[in-house]
Nanobody, 121 residues
Framework: QVQLLESGGGLVQAGGSLRLSCAAS????????MDWYRQAPGKQRELVAA???????NYVDSVKGRFTISRDNAKNTVSLQMSSLKPEDTAVYYC???????????????WGQGTQVTVSS
């Protein structure tokens, strides 16, 4: 089995910063993409930032220039540095990874439990 454990959420004032971290553990052979999604109340879950195992990144337009995703392939971790936070960034943030497990032949999607980020105005 594969587990994703997130940390780093919390309450911050507008303009502040937070860093989210996610560690993948278990019977992992390889991880393709690791990314962060978020879901605000009453809204659909959206992709915030993604990073491949070669380091290519992608961001939703609303966070470009403010958020930075990074990854440590040796430790199977991904982080999201969030700066200049806005109230509209308030959401539950979920870590996601596409993984091949040891002995498996298919990529599978795994999710963290989510961490709350609240930005006050």
């Amino acid at each position: 089995q594969v587990q994703l454990l997130e940390s780093g959420g919390g309450l911050v004032q507008a303009g502040g910063s937070l860093r989210l971290s996610c560690a993948a553990s278990g019977t992992i052979f390889n991880i393709n993409v690791m990314d962060w999604y978020r879901q605000a109340p009453g809204k659909q879950r959206e992709l915030v930032a993604a990073i491949t195992n070669s380091g290519s990144t992608n961001y939703v337009d609303s966070v470009k220039g403010r958020f930075t995703i990074s990854r440590d392939n040796a430790k199977n971790t991904v982080s999201l540095q969030m700066s200049s936070l806005k109230p509209e960034d308030t959401a539950v943030y979920y870590c996601h990874a596409r993984v091949i497990r040891l002995g498996d032949i298919s990529w599978r999607d795994y999710w963290g439990q989510g961490t709350q980020v609240t930005v006050s105005s």
